[in-house]
């Protein structure tokens, strides 16, 4: 069997994906260095925020519970679907300081929005909100699945 000689160096098509993986780490670095720093420009209550959430299964129902400070019962919309929840709200805030030679005033607006899946399918219909001191809490029922089967005697 003949043996062909091995070519010096690197293969070619090596040092063309070095170059590629390469150039890729420098564009992931690039646009996160870039996204940082224009979001570290807005003021932090501008900046888009996830409100916190958690999902608890108690057996019959989930419970969501979301943290929404600073939002208004009335600028709070929620819906409800059968496999997520989704949760809009607008954020108001004004601050208002006044001296005999000082006025100083502040507003704050901005959109929150989250869409949280569920592990189970929910009965929307039956599903109940409640809302108090910043917290959204919502007690939402499993849909119960029809039968999956049952044991029939036969005659």
């Given at each position: 069997m003949r043996r062909l000689p091995k070519p010096f160096g690197e293969h070619p098509l090596r040092i063309w994906k070095a170059g590629i993986d390469k150039l890729y780490e420098d564009m992931d670095r690039w646009f996160e260095e870039a996204?940082?720093?224009?979001?570290?420009?807005?003021p932090a209550d501008w900046q888009m925020k996830t409100p916190r959430a958690e999902v608890c299964d108690t057996g019959e129902n989930l419970v969501v519970s979301v943290e929404l400070p600073g939002?208004?019962?009335?600028?709070?919309?929620?819906?409800?679907?059968?496999?997520y929840v989704s949760i809009n709200a607008e954020k108001r805030q004004q601050n208002e300081v006044k001296a005999d030679s000082y006025y100083h005033s502040e507003c704050y607006y901005g959109s929150i929005s989250r869409n949280i899946p569920l592990p189970v399918e929910v009965d929307s219909a039956q599903a109940k909100a409640e809302f108090k001191n910043g917290v959204l809490k919502l007690d939402l029922p499993k849909k119960h699945q029809g039968d999956?089967?049952?044991?029939?005697?036969?005659e």
């Open positions: 996204t940082k720093s224009a979001f570290s420009l807005l939002v208004e019962k009335s600028d709070l919309e929620v819906k409800v679907y059968p496999t999956i089967g049952r044991k029939i005697d036969i």
